[in-house]
């Protein structure tokens, strides 16, 4: 009896001392699903096969999200794309015509291709993260200003919104800009080299510098607010709309440079001089 408690304390004596080197780790849960808090969202997941369970929970798996390259969204009447996060292999986002007030795409690095026009977006996070971005199309939404640094951007297509502000300066590969029917009062692409095309008409602009853009081949800035206009360096230069700027009457040329297609109104002309 006497052996057998001290065997009993002994083994009582070398678990506890067992229990204080040893800590048993439990592995922290995985979770499998990003949150969908959209059901229209869903739907649409679900309508497109993605969303592999086929029920509306809002929540999808992880991995269903990692297998998408390209997302379209159009007309779903969707309020917000939470989730999207978990898209980071998307390359091309179609979510036009939605009801969108705002979206993070901070984590969808690998976009080269953005279509969110007529939402009523007021913002946007995480363009600067796409480092292989070439298109974003946000015309029609309710911006008030806007700022890109992304070095690779090519287009950007903002028609139709509230702009008072644009500044593009840190994006040198830009070639296109459909900024027309705006509030703006000032632009500046002295930053933008490589610009083929830039179209502003219905805005306040009242005096632009375009002498490093030398690579204009098309503007249209019909309905602005200019005094003066100088296109004399622009030898690329193939349409230029400047009519109805109700100030502007003289547009200075260089001598023998032609413009195929020219739009002026009847108190404009052009000239290699404009006092």
Known sequence: MKNTVLFIAF???????????TEIEIPEPVNDFV???????????????IDSDGEINQKL????????????????????????????????LNAEANKLTSIDLSNNVLLDTIHLGFNNLTSI???????????????????????IKNPSIENILMS????????????PKLTGVLLHINKLEALDFSNNPLLETLIFSDNKVKTINLDNNVNLEYIYCSSNLFTSFDVSKLNKLVDLRVDRNPTLTCIKIA??????????????ETNINCN
């Not at 001598?255 to 404009?268: A, C, G, K, R």
């Open 35 to 49: 949150e969908i808090p959209d059901i229209e969202f869903e739907k649409e997941l679900i309508r497109v096969g």
């Open 255 to 268: 001598e023998d440079q032609e413009i195929l297609t020219l739009s002026l109104s009847d108190y404009q």
């Open 160 to 171: 139709h919104n509230e702009l008072t502000s644009f500044n593009a300066n840190q994006c």
């Open 61 to 92: 798996l992880k991995t269903d999200a990692e297998k998408v390259t390209k997302l379209s969204l159009y007309r779903a009447d969707i309020t917000t794309l939470k989730g999207i996060e978990a898209f980071v292999n998307l390359k091309n």
């Open 11 to 21: 083994g009582i004596f070398v678990f506890a001392s067992c229990s204080k080197d």
């Open 125 to 147: 996070k995480g363009l600067n993260n796409a480092l292989n971005l070439k298109w974003l199309s946000l015309s029609g939404n309710l911006f008030t200003e806007f700022t």
